[in-house]
């Protein structure tokens, strides 16, 4: 009993190890109990949805446009650090009804509202924000905005402008009225990115209208992945 020690010194020096680890892996430990958790969704309607003059740089008035936007909440116990949305692939409805990727748009980071970051600093716990998808010009003032899609193209038809972080020169993030499927992934520093499927429909008609506009012009719902 001696060479090996009584049992306190056993209990010590198993005492001593769980310190030891609990101090090493502390932040791991933690990270099972204490974890943000994202919920992405959309109503199209305000505030998600919202009516938004674009006007330049001196104030002056270029053209009315809808913008849809997803709110992003933090439903887990700790914050979540630069938090980013990622644009990964999009797809067209067929005729037939079945789904092809749109080859031209480029995978890219979405805007944060009203910032243009790609990384939102932190999202605390019972919190949201709102990230911008897609916005829909009035099409009498598209050109003034370098948004027309490729010609030939109707002038009076909408058409969607992605908000990604960096405007292609080839304009792939503009897209012409049909029903769309955009997969987005979530993530933070310290939480596994969430991938959702954004629903969108676009008609093809302008209203001069915020209500209208959100009722019969456009369409976003989320759902989770097929």
Known sequence: MNSWGTPADWLVA???????????????????????????????????????????????FVSDSVYLRLLIENIGNATARDVEVYAAELRRRR?????????????????????????????????????????IADPANRAALGEA????????RTAMAF???????HRGRIVRPAEYELDVLVAAQNVRPL????????????????????RDGVGITVEDPR
């Open 195 to 214: 991938r959702k499927t954004v629903k969108l429909r676009l008609p093809g008609d302008w209203y001069a209208d915020e209500q209208r506009m959100l």
């Open 14 to 60: 198993i005492g001593t190890l769980i310190v030891a680890a609990v101090a090493v892996f502390q932040e791991t430990i933690r990270a099972w109990f204490y974890h943000p958790a994202f919920r992405v969704s959309v109503k199209t309607e305000p505030p998600d949805c919202v009516w938004m003059p674009f006007t330049r740089p001196d104030g002056t």
């Open 95 to 135: 005729a037939d009804n079945t789904w092809e990727r749109v080859a031209t748009f480029p995978p890219m980071n979405l805007k944060w509202a009203n910032l243009g970051l790609i990384y939102f600093p932190s999202i605390s716990p019972e919190m949201g924000k709102h990230c911008d998808v897609a916005h």
């Open 149 to 156: 899609p490729l010609a030939p193209y109707p002038a009076g």
């Open 163 to 169: 908000d990604l972080m960096v405007a292609p020169n």
